[in-house]
């Protein structure tokens, strides 16, 4: 199974750019990388995905490098409401439907 | 356009018993996964339906099982409960085609095994 990998918590100023990384050096080539974030044990919110190219939407951005082995979340402004555990997710293998939910990233937006 | 629904929030039930759990997806969803998180192992692939058949399936003992109805509805039964099995349990409902497959979580039920 495809494998994702990120930093264990953060810490990041309230106004401030939250930068969330996470790797996923296993995943094949025509497969997107998903971001939600779970607000405390709430569902899984969907916050963006991407395949190559960087993406943007109201929420966040979302940088690829070009090999696409890892991917950067961007909070631009982060805010005490965006307090929460951040996944990036795959798809386990190519073409099925079961995907991958990493340990995630404890995010604290600090006042 | 209503989201994900779950049915029960909270169950309390006892070791050996069984029990079932209700997930309502998103209108023209077809596809319903199933996921169980817990303290210790994080959120975890149960399975996932598509049009009434189940497509995947990830590493859990067949105590669990699950079904999907015509409409999309879907089930998930626990039978002969342990201890272990207490977790929040978490549907996602998606169109479930293609390459992009946006996943929505349901607010999940919380499964106490006592």
């Known amino acids: 199974d495809a494998k994702t990998t990120q930093p264990t918590s953060m810490d990041c100023a309230e106004g401030r750019a939250a930068n969330l990384p996470c790797n996923h050096s296993?995943?094949?080539?025509?497969?997107?990388v998903y971001w939600y974030r779970q607000i405390h044990s709430q569902g899984p919110q969907y916050i963006i995905h991407g395949l190559k190219n960087n993406e943007t939407n109201e929420m966040a951005s979302l940088i690829i490098t070009e090999d696409r082995k890892s991917s950067t979340l961007i909070l631009p402004h982060a805010t005490l409401r965006d307090t929460a555990v951040y996944y990036c997710i795959v798809r386990a293998s190519p073409g099925t439907y079961k995907y991958i939910f990493g340990t995630g990233t404890r995010l604290k937006v600090l006042a | 356009k209503a989201g994900v629904t779950q049915t029960p929030r909270y169950l309390i039930k006892t070791r050996g018993q069984q029990v079932t759990l209700s997930c309502s997806p998103i209108s023209g969803h077809r596809s319903v996964s199933w996921y169980q998180q817990t303290p210790g192992q994080g959120l975890q692939f149960l399975f996932e339906y598509f049009s009434e058949t189940q497509r995947n399936k990830g590493n859990f003992p067949g105590r669990f099982s699950g079904r999907q109805f015509s409409n999309s509805r879907s089930e998930m039964n626990v039978s002969t409960l342990e201890l272990g099995d207490s977790a929040l349990y978490l549907c996602?409902?998606?169109?479930?085609?293609?390459?992009?497959?946006?996943?929505?979580f349901g607010a999940g039920t919380r499964l106490s095994v006592l």
């Open positions: 296993t995943i094949s080539g025509n497969e997107y």
């Open positions: 996602a409902s998606s169109l479930g085609g293609g390459t992009q497959n946006i996943q929505y």
